[in-house]
């Protein structure tokens, strides 16, 4: 169902359960999305402005395009959902859960992501500069291409991440856990060459 609302303002949804809803375009202000619930719903080139969708859960679920600015995800689950290109702006995002996740080109710049398990997720080109991601599971997340300009992976676990085109200018990593070729890939930013067949 696709709603022909343009803007909701100081809605209160709390546990509602939204299904498959459809908005395009709509903007969102102090609505209360706590402990909502969405399953093969889709956001597309909306607006959302402080917010709440703590302990909400959201499968199946896409974002596209969406802006998130002062939003609270306190304890939010997405699973297998879709946020290519959301731009995610002075968000409270700890703790969140996010399992099997595309969130390609998403924009988090300065986002704190510490401690958060996003393992496998999707964040190819992904703008992730002044990140705090310490302590952050990054195992076999796809990274290429994503900028990571000083951002903090201080005790980050990146075995089986794809870093390939990844930007580190500047990133901390002291304490962060890769795998071979994680350090191929690091290495080669900084111009080195890496034989592992030397003896």
């Given amino acids: 169902m696709t709603s022909e609302v343009t803007r909701f303002s100081g809605d209160d949804w709390y546990g509602d359960d939204l299904g498959d809803v ?23 080139g909306c607006v959302f402005r402080a917010c709440r969708f703590n302990a909400s859960t959201h499968v ?23 946020l290519t290109g959301s731009v995610f702006t002075r968000c409270t995002t700890r703790p969140m859960k996010v399992v099997d996740g595309v969130w390609r080109g998403v924009t988090a710049r300065g986002a704190d992501l510490g401690r958060l398990d996003l393992a496998g997720c999707d964040l190819r080109e992904a703008d992730l500069s002044l990140a705090r991601l310490t302590g952050t599971v990054l195992r076999g997340a796809r990274l290429d291409g994503a900028v990571l300009r000083e951002a903090d992976l201080t005790d980050a676990d990146l075995r089986g991440a794809v870093l390939g085109g990844a930007d580190l200018t500047g990133a901390v990593l002291r304490g962060a856990r890769i795998d071979l070729a994680g350090a191929v890939a690091l290495a080669e930013q900084t111009g080195a060459v890496v034989d592992v067949e030397a003896g």
């Avoid at 395009?24 to 399953?39: H, M």
């Avoid at 974002?63 to 997405?78: K, P, Q, Y």
């Fill in 22 to 44: 459809r908005h395009v375009g709509v903007t969102f202000v102090d609505v209360d999305l706590t402990e909502v619930t969405t399953r093969g719903a889709t956001f597309e």
């Fill in 60 to 82: 199946h679920s896409a974002f596209v395009a969406c802006t998130f600015d002062g939003v609270n995800f306190f304890d939010a689950t997405f699973e297998g959902c879709k």
